[in-house]
């Protein structure tokens, strides 16, 4: 069977890092090295080569992008030192950008929304305002279920410091600049954009 090497093309120039697919020899050492192994639908060595078969939709639909907790044991255990963790995070980018990863992807819904918009804010994480918005992101009941469920693990915390139970409030020292450098990237990131068009 002959490859459709055009979605390879597509990802090599738009998706951080995607050029280095190509150099993939298919060991397996990066499914075998990731702590989520087994849980992931498809192994970065599948996706890879299905992005070289051509298989747009079933890469960029597929819920293995977002499992990636980025601990890097994949790239400091492959032959080829390939950025697995970033190719693997630009194909999950792309797949946003396409309209085409899966909304309700539970790692997409925190990652893309509710972390960011958290941080964005105040210029730091609020672990109490993050919760709150995470257990109620699928309404009023589902939030009230999770956090009967969750209370026990939530007064351990408190108990032991690990959890602010005071929403933070106030911005970072510095916010303006914070704000600033977010707004270079978005231009930077929309320049580039405009080159590759």
Sequence with gaps: MAYDLSFAREVYKNSEMGHWIKMCMQCGV???SCPLGP???HSPRQLFQMVRAGKKEEVLK???MWMCTSCYNCIV???RHLPITHIVHGLARYAMEQG???PQQPTHRFASKVFWENIVATGRVGEAGLTM???FLDGLGAGIRMGLEMKDVALGMVKTGRLNPIPFRGKIKGYAGFQAMLQKAAAIESKHK???A
Aim: proline share 5%.
């Design 194 to 196: 405009e080159a590759k």
């Design 62 to 64: 597929s819920s293995s």
């Design 39 to 41: 849980h992931w639908e």
């Design 133 to 135: 918005k995470l257990y």
């Design 77 to 79: 255990r492959c032959p």
């Design 100 to 102: 085409m990863a899966n």
């Design 30 to 32: 990066c499914a075998g």
